[in-house]
């Protein structure tokens, strides 16, 4: 059985809980070393500013274009595998970025890894589901966690190696033998068995195609669920697009505060992920989302109500702090939708829920060259607001108990 006698997760879901935290080490390292080297990147290729910004684009136009490949890809070889795959492949390409020789080619490389990214993420956080349905309570939010942690090291490492003079193309592939090896011993320890075994519903995997054939009340909570990953989106990504422009553009902050405001949002993030799945437990899903939705409109707007930059680092923190949740909660309730597989679920909504990270920057700047940034920043309360009100389509219940697992 997949529990023991007294309810606790059983030995393969302990160590399938291991390996999914190495999933989500390799998807949040990998990238995030090549940030610190795209100013080197940029003099080694003499390329201007539109050009790297547009070869940089080419990861997520790759996430978009490919993304919805991860449901199929997920049905036919299984989570755990597509997962894997795609770690590996991302991690084979990162060497490939060090040593691209003409635009283009680095651009596809970027491109490839934007498509590896958004397999990886839909298949480890449908792999994330099965494992925390076996263990019967909340533990979603501590695998974003990691990858929080996962993706500060990288860029910590990023700029380390820079730093230090280490050749870029020994970086990466330094890197990507180490990322390489540890998704191929996560691969020993990942659940087996159809997708849907755990599922509670006891509904078995539609057939192929049959996800395009939705219910009304389907469609309308993957939306509402998909609007509220956007507006996550926009939450998060508003302290990295915009944190160090409001600080010395609005507030005349020294440089070295600048870039506080982001290291605020992500510290406090991750405490917020790491203390989520508790609330979740304690509170229910839909009262944990739509209080945090509530603390990050608060935190952003108390900083511009109050513009100093101490009330800026505060309000950035607790932006962060409050919207830690709202991704994670929001792609298990994609995958916990009746009558449609977990990877088609988490894939829809995820590739939807990216258009809010591409689409509130230049939003939000839009606004600002009109008016101001100040102005322009409360778009972020306003998601939050919205988030508040679409946290209703989480599910209040506590974590799905597992089905017992036949022959085990």
């Known amino acids: 059985m997949a529990t023991d006698s007294q309810g606790a997760p059983g030995s393969d879901a302990r160590r399938a809980r291991f390996a999914v935290v190495a999933l989500f080490l390799v998807n949040g390292f990998t990238y995030t070393n090549v940030v610190p080297w795209l100013p080197t990147i940029k003099n080694d290729l003499g390329l201007t500013n539109t050009a790297l910004g547009t070869a940089v684009a080419a990861l997520p136009f790759g996430a978009l274009l490919t993304g919805m490949l991860a449901g199929p890809l997920i049905a036919r070889f299984g989570s755990g595998r597509v997962a894997v795959g795609s770690g590996v492949f991302s991690a084979c390409l990162l060497p490939l970025v060090a040593i691209a020789p003409q635009w283009w080619i680095l651009a596809a490389v970027l491109f490839g890894i934007g498509c ?54 020994v970086h990466f592939a330094g890197a990507a033998l180490l990322l390489i090896a540890l998704a191929l011993t996560a691969s020993r320890f990942l659940l087996t068995g159809p997708e849907h075994t ?11 195609g049959e996800v395009l054939r939705l219910s009304p009340r389907t469609i309308g909570l993957l939306l509402a ?39 605020a949002c992500q510290a406090m993030m991750t405490v917020g992920r790491l203390t989520g799945d508790r609330l979740t437990d304690r509170f229910g899903a839909v009262a944990t989302a739509r209080v945090g939705a509530l603390l990050a409109a608060a935190g952003l707007a108390g900083a511009l109500v109050l513009p100093h930059p101490g009330t800026a680092i505060v309000g950035f923190g607790l932006m962060g702090l409050g ?86």
Do not use: K
């Not at 994330?128 to 993706?151: C, D, E, K, M, P």
């Not at 609007?227 to 998060?236: D, H, P, R, S």
């Open 116 to 169: 590896a990214d958004a397999w990886m993420d839909s298949a480890m956080n449908a792999h994330a589901l099965r494992v925390q349905r076996r263990y019967g309570r909340t533990i979603i939010n501590t695998f974003h966690a990691v990858w929080s942690v996962a993706a500060v090291c990288g860029g910590l490492t990023g700029s380390a190696m820079a730093g230090i003079g280490v050749p870029m193309p």
């Open 198 to 208: 755990e599922r509670a519903d006891g509904a078995h995997a539609p057939e192929p």
């Open 225 to 263: 669920l998909s609007v509220l990953l956007m507006t996550a989106g926009a939450i998060e990504d508003s302290a990295a697009s915009w944190g160090a422009v409001f600080m010395r553009d609005e507030l005349a902050a020294p440089l070295f505060l600048a870039g506080l405001p982001f290291v």
């Open 323 to 408: 919207v830690a949740t709202l991704f994670p909660l929001a792609l298990a309730a994609a995958g916990e939708i009746p009558g449609v597989r977990s990877g088609d679920g988490v894939t829809i909504a995820a590739w939807l829920g990216r258009v809010g990270f591409l689409a509130f920057p230049p939003l939000i700047g839009v606004i600002a060259d009109a008016a101001s940034l100040g102005v322009g920043l409360w778009a972020v309360p306003v998601a939050g607001m919205v988030a508040a009100v679409l946290a209703a389509a989480l599910r209040a219940s506590s974590p799905t108990r597992e089905r017992p697992v036949p022959g085990r």
